[in-house]
């Protein structure tokens, strides 16, 4: 069902990594095919090595910075910057500067009420000494 989601409706939802602002996804929106996310990462904290079978997703980063890891390789994300990432890639985000970032995240497709599957993988060799 088409809705529109004022900054007031965003549920949101805290994690020991962060803030995600679920602005659609199934179980607000009604999504079948796309879940987005504001997502915030405090100085020193990040989202830790995971993937998504079967889903697809774009970070685009909108304030402050983070050091994005594809599998092994990494690089500094800064406002405007974004990555793509392919179904089933480890991948981690990661606050490493003086201030808080804010992150638009689009996953797809959508999977359950939550919008999406997540397979943590960071206490597995390679991820768990990476950094």
């Given at each position: 069902m088409s809705a529109f989601i004022k900054q007031a409706d965003v549920e949101q939802e805290q994690f020991d990594w962060g803030?995600?602002?679920?602005?659609?996804?199934?179980?607000?929106?009604?999504?079948?095919?796309?879940?987005?996310?504001?997502?915030?990462?405090?100085?020193?904290?990040?989202?830790?090595?995971?993937?998504?079978?079967?889903?697809?997703?774009?970070?685009?980063?909108?304030?402050?910075?983070?050091?994005?890891?594809?599998?092994?390789?990494?690089?500094?994300?800064?406002?405007?910057?974004?990555?793509?990432?392919?179904e089933g890639v480890v991948h981690a985000s990661f606050n490493?500067?003086?201030?808080?970032?804010?992150?638009?995240?689009?996953?797809?497709?959508?999977?359950?009420?939550?919008?999406?599957?997540?397979?943590?993988?960071?206490?597995?060799?390679?991820?768990?000494?990476?950094?």
């Amino acid at each position: 069902m088409s809705a529109f989601i004022k900054q007031a409706d965003v549920e949101q939802e805290q994690f020991d990594w962060g803030t995600i602002g679920w602005r659609c996804r199934p179980a607000n929106a009604g999504a079948r095919r796309l879940v987005v996310m504001d997502v915030t990462l405090e100085p020193g904290e990040g989202h830790d090595f995971h993937r998504h079978d079967g889903q697809e997703e774009m970070i685009i980063v909108k304030q402050g910075e983070v050091t994005q890891f594809l599998e092994r390789d990494s690089s500094t994300l800064r406002p405007g910057d974004s990555v793509y990432i392919d179904e089933g890639v480890v991948h981690a985000s990661f606050n490493e500067g003086s201030e808080t970032a804010h992150l638009q995240v689009v996953i797809g497709p959508s999977r359950g009420d939550g919008g999406y599957d997540l397979v943590d993988v960071s206490a597995e060799e390679p991820w768990a000494s990476l950094r």
